[in-house]
């Protein structure tokens, strides 16, 4: 019988462990983890040629006994299910995201889109059908409903799926981790010895060699909340040490069903402000800065010496901490605003935004660092906490909303004095630049303003504007903004009447 508990899906977290492995059998993880990772991507390639082929998705379930592996056949079991599956299903859902965006911002009429939608859904981008049974729901009934395909939709999701392809690498496991579960090793307690109480046994890519590293939790293990697991990731990092994780299963935080909402605005001051005036990370471009700084000057020293600064210790030494900073700074950040605020919505600027008014405005080394771990970090732990807490995360176009007032509506580019103060022209508003921003976040989320362009979200503040005007609390505002609006260009083209 099938059971119908499994609803909730389980959520599970690598976190550091510690171990004491000397150098000989460091050596060994070293050649096992070369080979474990060449395995993936013989694995991957196969399956994926084989999806292209059969014009069909692969399933868990896919018969892969007759792919050549270098290790172990227990190994390639491990490799498929835990590492090349989940990434294969991962960029496919990907695809499905590109390609359902593509189709929703094209001009194709309704019905045409309706019909794109349901291929994309269920991954028919290769062999479309002529016609799909899909169920609608009516007066609680549920019904079967024939959707014809035209041969110009067949045409046109193949062209999408292929645009996708293009654009979004394959991908690779060279820096993957290898993942040991009970096929590949076994987690030991042991009673006996003095000197360490936890053991890995993990099977090597020599028959019958296996490894006994002696391991230890960390704090930080210990300290999230959860279900420990027997399976463990080995990973290198950029500085080539090894290091092991163990999964934890997460347990699900309950956030209250009271709706508490906060924007986030990135600043170039602080990296976010919320609307509740809170100014977090202020330091955080300063001492990116400071790295950057030292990473460039170290780097035109080596290259006077003619030395490649990939052969330098100190090179990779200053960018792995810096790429440690920004990342520990996020999640602390983001996990204060977390702790804070019991959330269940947080809105964000759109991560393009980011990159556009805030991140371009710094020095070119400080740019490489933000654009490469920066915006990475954020979505990823933003994806985290909408996993562990059922926090949505919301990401909403930014687009005038610093030069918005909060209190009247009036959008004008001189509403912003400088970086940090804003004064509305018009009813005289004054709060910190940032915070006034986040609030226009809330505002627009209220009313369900997802707007997408530029030009849209103008339109759409102006528009709200003037009804504002209309109403009575704003009466004695109205000569001043006529005068005001004849000099701004942001109204050029409106005319007196729309106003009265
Ligand atoms: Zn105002």
Redesign the pocket.
Known sequence: MKSLKNKEEKLYRALPYKHFANKSKLKTIRILFKLYQKDANTIFKYIWEKFIKSKTPITKRENIKQIKTILSERYKYTIFNYLVYPTYSSYLEIAKNYIKNLITHSTLSEENKLQLYILNKRGLWLNPPDEIQIKVKKENKEETKTIKISQQNKHLIKKLFHRYLKTNKIPKFNNAPLIVDNKTGEFQQSKTSKKFKQWIRLSTHIKRQVLYIPVEETDYYNQRKGKDTNIFHITKNDLGTIEIKRVKEIKKENTDTQENIIALDFGLKSLFTTNKGDLLGRNFFEKIKEYADKIDKLQRNLQRQKINPKQSKRYIKLNFKLKQFTKNEIRRIINRIVERYKLSIILVENLKYFLKQVINKFPNSVKRALIRIGRKEIKNKLKEISEEYGIQVVEINPAYSSQT?N??G?VDKENRKTQEKFE?R??G?KLNADVQASRNLIKRFDKGMFVCGRKQALRLQIEEFIANLQLERYKCLWSKALRLLTQNPYFKGLSDSSLT
Request: proline share 0%.
């Open positions: 007032c209190n009247c009036y509305c018009l009813c508003y």
